[in-house]
């Protein structure tokens, strides 16, 4: 087996996600990382707010690797061979493989919570 090979790699988006549970991806991202996975958060942020978003993440606690600021974040994913993301926006699911598995948020703005129901994405 290759060094790394066996590495999982996780893709957390930023806003609508990590924001809305900081507590659960507290935890998730500390001890995923702590069991040999890396964690990517991955945001379409402006680009060259880095720093913001490390603090952010700090503020929040999050245990991450990488901060990648992207609106292509599919194209980033499969580059850098990340095979899970959490995101809450369905755009960025749709150009990812099924091998690449995916947990979408829910939030007002993309599920019913009255109705019990996904809100059609577009
Ligand atoms: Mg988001």
């Not at 945001?43 to 990488?66: C, F, N, Q, S």
């Not at 994913?77 to 690449?100: A, C, N, Q």
Request: charged share 30%; hydrophobic share 40%.
């Amino acid at each position: 087996m290759e060094a790394g090979e066996d590495i999982l790699k996780i893709g957390v988006d930023l806003d609508g996600t990590i924001s809305e549970y900081p507590g659960f991806f507290r935890l998730f991202t500390r001890v995923m990382a702590q069991v040999g996975c890396k964690i990517y958060i991955i945001t379409d942020r402006m680009p060259g707010t880095e720093a913001e978003v490390g603090a952010e993440l700090e503020k929040y606690g999050i245990t991450y690797h990488v901060i990648k600021i992207t609106s292509a974040k599919a194209r980033y994913i499969l580059d850098e061979g990340v095979s899970v993301l959490f995101d809450d926006v369905d755009d960025y699911f749709l150009e990812l493989p099924e091998k690449v598995a995916v947990f979408k948020i829910r939030q007002q703005y993309n599920f019913d919570f009255g109705r019990k129901r996904w809100r059609n994405s577009g």
